[in-house]
């Protein structure tokens, strides 16, 4: 069986494990004493963006570093301004300088939804990868491949998850019908796909809420414009979410299959497996496949707008949660980051060779 790190075990020796015998949800303040721990286990080795929560403007850094550092390869964007007026950025990394259309886009995103903390860790671990920490083993996926790395989506919902409320999912917009009423919508319902349908909630204080119009919030419009913006090259959108060890594919709001179905479950399935072979015990395997069969019918989502508009594989990656639903604790990022990356890199390497197909015919 594969063995678990160290730290999994020191934190399943802890009181916090031990007092409940069980996983559930903490409240802020015991996440952040978990956090505190967890840094302070590292006995003085200074926090890496991609081993650790980061606020966003540390997420910033980071990547403004790596754009820096490495030029020849990176790029760093600004998409806009979130709602509340941080600066949301990303990188495009590639060795051609986008400009090579023999090349297949890989396009992923983090934290749409804020409480979703270990998601952005998970792309930054990826650009660390491909930049500061390219194997001989990886170098396929930096030459053959173009980036688009997006760490942060919801900065607005996920600095509220770190100062107020650490089950904040949505953004932080107010309400253009009722400004009175509760602020922000959930991203993953705001695109314009069979908007507000199914797997919604007309309550705007409910954590479904899709929004008063599709892309009412500057922060769905931003993956929106990069989706088009590149359509022609996009061979594969994966929109990263905890928790559950799901990959999901569309459609989502009415259980109809894309017609290359059998090829996004091949990838999806290559993906799923590779993870699963590095797992650690206390998590499930990877399930993959419809997300409106396999779990539940969402409308307005990001993976159902991507597919929507001709990317050929677009998947929900729900990563794990060990029990701790959205809370994945910090002793657990090293091994998403680890696992996670495998199966990125392994649907990389297939998608890539889907896209050989496509433009050869
Ligand atoms: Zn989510």
Redesign the pocket.
């Known amino acids: 069986m594969h063995e678990q790190p160290n730290r999994v075990q020191d934190f399943k020796d802890t009181m916090l494990f031990q007092q409940y015998n069980c996983f559930m949800f903490r409240e802020l303040e015991q996440f952040d004493e978990e956090l505190a721990r967890y840094r302070a286990s590292r006995q003085g080795k200074a926090a890496i963006p991609y081993d650790d929560f980061p606020r966003h403007a540390q997420v910033n850094e980071y990547i403004e570093s790596i754009a820096q550092r490495y030029p020849d390869i990176v790029t760093l964007v600004t998409a806009g301004n979130s709602y509340d007026g941080r600066p949301i950025k990303y990188l495009k990394i590639s060795t051609t300088n986008f400009e090579d259309p023999s090349k297949p886009i890989y396009f992923m995103d983090a934290m749409?939804?804020a409480?979703?903390w270990v998601?952005t860790p998970v792309t930054l671990y990826a650009i660390h990868r491909l930049v500061e920490d390219l194997r001989n083993e990886d170098r396929d996926l930096l030459e053959n491949i173009d980036w688009i790395i997006y760490p942060m989506v919801n900065p607005d919902g996920y600095e509220y998850s770190h100062d107020s409320e650490r089950l904040w999912?949505r953004t932080r917009s107010t309400n253009p019908v009722d400004p009175s009423t509760c602020l922000g919508v959930d991203g993953?319902r705001n695109f314009d796909i069979a908007f507000n349908t199914v797997g919604v909630s007309s309550n705007p204080c409910s954590t479904t809420y899709p929004g008063v119009t599709p892309f009412s919030d500057v922060e769905t419009v931003y993956i929106r414009d990069i989706l088009h913006a590149n359509l022609d090259r996009i061979q594969l959108y994966m929109n990263i979410?905890?928790h559950g060890n799901w990959i999901l594919y569309g459609y989502g709001f009415n259980e109809t299959l894309p017609p290359n179905a059998a090829q996004i479950h091949h990838v999806g399935a290559t993906m799923g497996a590779t993870i699963d072979a590095l797992k650690l015990d206390l998590a499930p395997f990877y399930r993959v496949g419809n997300s409106a069969f396999l779990l539940y019918a969402t409308s307005g989502s990001a993976q159902d707008y991507a597919q929507s508009i001709g990317v050929p594989f677009s998947y929900?990656l729900?990563l794990p949660g060990y029990g701790f639903l959205?809370e994945a604790p910090p002793q657990f990022i090293g091994q998403i980051n680890a696992e996670t990356w495998e199966g990125i890199a392994a649907s990389a390497r297939l998608a890539r060779l889907y896209y050989r197909a496509r433009i050869n015919n």
């Open positions: 749409i939804h409480r979703e998601t999912r993953n979410h905890s929900t729900e959205f």
